[in-house]
């Protein structure tokens, strides 16, 4: 793997650093499918405790890279579907995962970065992050991560976040749920150490069974969601190819305004 670095210490605890900090760890086709694949060996290996997800550099995550978008400005409805299912099954994957999961947000999270967010169950970001749902600048919609995004933050924020794309800082991703605790640059990894010693303490299959149960109260679980997934991933593939959706990735690559801002 070269986009994403694992470790497993003593504890069980396994941690993925997403590991492309020149693009801000971005995603791209690679990426997805590494920590895709990370996540079912975890789920499958009964020595694996926790599984804690965080990135390299300064930057959580910006969502999708640039050369990745570049290369979906061209391609066919069906070849967008298809990109974006990996997505959608790696969200899934994360979010049904039967171990706990943790978020330490080092730094921004856009896009598809704050949908994994949105997809683990303990979320603690640093003073200094932002954050921001996006794909509307650019003529499309967070499709693939809403169904995770809407749950973490309500359909009242969601009707405005996702219309406005505007990006807000950490106090606001509190506020509205999306992360669940802050902390300052230096203490996020004391901040971290101290939950998992916390969740470790509980038994790991009592944890398991807390997790689907939590799910099965809420309505949901990892075959509903896959139908969801075809709805959104569906949405999204449409969006790339119509003409907004071209001119929003065109204008974006091409550092210039939208045809629909108007001086």
């Not at 997505?87 to 943790?102: E, F, M």
């Not at 359909?155 to 902390?183: C, H, P």
């Amino acid at each position: 793997m070269h986009t994403i670095i694992c470790s497993t210490d003593k504890r069980g605890v396994l941690t993925i650093r997403m590991n492309r900090p020149e693009v801000h760890n971005a995603f791209d086709a690679d990426m997805i499918r590494e920590l895709t694949a990370a996540l079912k060996e975890a789920d499958q290996n009964e020595a694996a405790r926790m599984v804690m997800i965080t990135g390299t550099g300064s930057c959580f995550s910006a969502g999708a890279d640039l050369n990745w978008m570049r290369s979906l400005v061209n391609a066919s409805q069906d070849e967008n579907e298809h990109d974006a299912m990996r997505l959608a099954d790696l969200l899934r994957q994360l979010n049904y995962l039967s171990k706990p999961t943790i978020a330490g947000i080092n730094g921004a999270a856009f896009g598809g970065g704050a949908g994994l967010i949105a997809a683990c169950d303990i979320t603690i970001a640093v003073e200094s992050a932002r954050f921001g749902l996006t794909e509307a600048r650019l003529g499309l919609a967070p499709a693939v991560i809403s169904p995770y995004v809407i749950r973490r933050i309500g359909e009242a924020n969601a009707r405005r976040y996702f219309l406005s794309a505007e990006r807000f800082d950490s106090k606001t991703a509190y506020d509205i749920g999306l992360i669940q605790q802050i902390t300052t640059e230096s203490e996020l990894d004391g901040a971290l150490e101290k939950t998992i010693n916390q969740v470790l303490k509980s038994g790991p299959t009592a944890v398991s069974h807390c997790k689907q149960l939590i799910f099965e109260i809420a309505g949901h679980n990892a075959s509903s969601q896959k139908a969801t997934d075809e709805m959104t991933t569906r949405l999204i593939a449409r969006l790339r190819v119509s003409g907004e959706g071209q001119e929003g990735l065109t204008a974006f690559l091409d550092k210039r305004k939208p045809g629909w801002i108007k001086d």
